[in-house]
């Protein structure tokens, strides 16, 4: 039943959510510095995690085979002696051919890498791949606040900034496994920020980690609000604690991050009517002092039928664990 699973997924674009029999399922979390292999129970608790030191690796088949050994000593380790499959959230994810595209950004694997087919040969166990904000948003629906919805957005604020959309009940791809990039939807036409993805504008210029610190400097140099920053390197961390505490420049900074940043979820809302958008991620750790504008200028710029209809949450998932949590949560597409 479950084999050759990521085969299908070219076929049909959206996917329908089914729990398996078996309830246990490993989730792959890869980033450009680690690999996060985590065992996770139907209550969306990790109960062993295993790391791999990604940027260690610049061919991808001692990269595979030392992730197989992982996931073979981790279920040895549990007294486990089945799964019901294996989800990998990756960078550069290929949803229909299982693959992680050549040359991705912060990996030293420069080549395609055919992963599903890969461990799934080692293993013989279903895998699954697809990009971190669309695991993240299978997350929330399988083990976060988006249990009983049908139709919610994620959105993923970090280096980045991704989303995962959910329409009646499916996750959308779209053409080419593409759908989502809510990041690189352009919200100031006349910016000069200049964004990853070669336009000036998007959004993920104004609502990712960098975003925020450029938004801060640009702030600082208006002179409005004293500059209390007396770190050599500022952070988005760093903006969101002073936020926290009351710094003007740092809400100052977090006023304007929201503004833009709901001009995007009101745009996204005209073409998904969500119930509610979950945000995640670094900057969303700044709570109320990115919240309370979010949502005035979210109902600001909402196109008026939608209106007291779609809710703001923070993500359910605990944060040090979401990324396992999402990738998980891919076993269970049916």
Same mark, same amino acid.
């Given at each position: 039943?479950?084999?050759?699973?990521?085969?299908?997924?070219? #076929?049909?674009?959206?996917?329908? $959510?089914?729990? &398996?029999?078996?309830?246990?399922?490993?989730?792959?979390?890869? =980033?450009?510095?680690?690999?996060?292999?985590?065992?996770?129970?139907?209550?969306?608790?990790?109960?062993?995690?295993?790391?791999?030191?990604?940027?260690?690796?610049?061919?991808?088949?001692?990269?595979? #085979?030392?992730?197989?050994?992982? $996931?073979?000593? &981790?279920?040895?380790?549990?007294?486990?002696?089945?799964?019901? =499959?294996?989800?990998?959230?990756a960078p550069n994810a290929h949803f229909d051919t299982g693959c992680i595209g050549a040359d991705t950004a912060n990996l030293r694997m420069k080549k395609e890498i055919p992963i599903c087919e890969m461990l799934q040969r080692i293993l013989n166990i279903p895998v699954t791949l697809s990009n971190d904000a669309d695991a993240a948003a299978l997350g929330e629906h399988i083990y976060g606040g988006a249990k009983l919805m049908q139709h919610f957005v994620t959105i993923t604020l970090g280096t980045g900034v991704g989303s995962g959309i959910f329409v009646d009940g499916r996750l959308i791809h779209g053409h080419g496994c593409m759908a989502g990039e809510l990041g690189h939807a352009i919200v100031n036409p006349l910016s000069d920020r200049l964004c990853?993805?070669?336009?000036?504008?998007?959004?993920?210029?104004?609502?990712?980690?960098r975003g925020i610190c450029q938004t801060y400097r640009e702030e600082a140099a208006n002179g409005e609000f004293p500059d209390t920053f007396k770190g050599s390197e500022l952070t988005c961390?760093?903006?969101?604690?002073m936020a926290v505490a009351g710094d003007p420049l740092a809400l100052k900074t977090y006023d304007t991050t929201a503004y833009w940043l709901a001009i995007g979820m009101a745009n996204a809302a005209s073409f998904c009517s969500p119930e509610a958008f979950f945000l995640m991620g670094g900057p969303t750790r700044a709570g109320e002092a990115?919240?309370?504008?979010?949502?005035?200028y979210?109902?600001?710029?909402?196109?008026y039928i939608y209106k007291d209809r779609i809710s703001i949450q923070l993500s359910e998932l605990q944060a040090n664990d979401a990324a396992v949590l999402g990738a998980a949560a891919l076993v269970h597409l049916k």
């Open positions: 039943m479950y084999r050759y699973l990521y085969y299908f997924c070219a #076929l049909k674009k959206s996917r329908k $959510i089914s729990l &398996m029999k078996n309830p246990l399922a490993i989730g792959i979390d890869i =980033g450009g510095t680690n690999t996060d292999i985590g065992l996770v129970n139907p209550d969306g608790k990790v109960l062993k995690h295993k790391i791999l030191k990604t940027a260690e690796y610049d061919d991808h088949h001692p990269y595979i #085979l030392d992730i197989a050994g992982s $996931i073979r000593a &981790m279920l040895s380790e549990s007294g486990v002696s089945e799964v019901a =499959g294996v989800g990998i959230g990853s993805c070669g336009r000036k504008g998007c959004l993920e210029m104004y609502a990712s980690a961390k760093d903006v969101g604690e990115l919240l309370a504008p979010l949502r005035h979210f109902a600001e710029n909402l196109l």
